[in-house]
């Protein structure tokens, strides 16, 4: 299982970045999908989850400002961030897991992309 995150980079508070997440061989759905993040120093934090049924899960820190949603072929799983703060800065990383998995298991996830929010 590889899966390949991109899409991150330095951006103003109040800015907008997508993040995508690539599946070597295999399709995101059907399957629960997370995002997870992980700042300087800090342990991982969960972000969001697409669950098998579409149904869509998020951290307090992140509600009604990211959506996380899966391509039509199902094979590229996104984070849209919009409203970015300072304190969103961190690795992000996506896996094909469950929330619970995603967070128990970090060899589930991919390389991450790092994702900078900065004036």
């Known amino acids: 299982v590889q899966l390949v995150e991109s899409g991150g980079g330095m951006v103003r508070p109040g800015g907008s970045l997508r993040l995508s997440c690539a599946a070597a061989?295999?399709?995101?759905?059907?399957?629960?999908n997370t995002w997870a993040r992980q700042a300087a120093g800090k342990g991982p934090e969960w972000v969001s989850t697409?669950?098998?049924?579409?149904?869509?899960y998020y951290a307090d820190s992140v509600q009604g400002r990211f959506t996380i949603s899966r391509n039509n072929n199902g094979k590229t799983l996104y984070l849209q961030m919009d409203s970015l703060r300072p304190e969103d800065t961190a690795r992000y990383y996506c896996?094909?897991?469950?929330?619970?998995?995603?967070?128990?298991?970090?060899?589930?996830w991919g390389q991450g992309t790092q994702v900078t929010v900065s004036s």
């Open positions: 896996a094909k897991a469950s929330r619970a998995i995603a967070m128990a298991r970090p060899d589930y």
């Open positions: 697409v669950n098998t049924g579409g149904t869509k």
């Open positions: 061989g295999f399709a995101f759905a059907p399957s629960d």
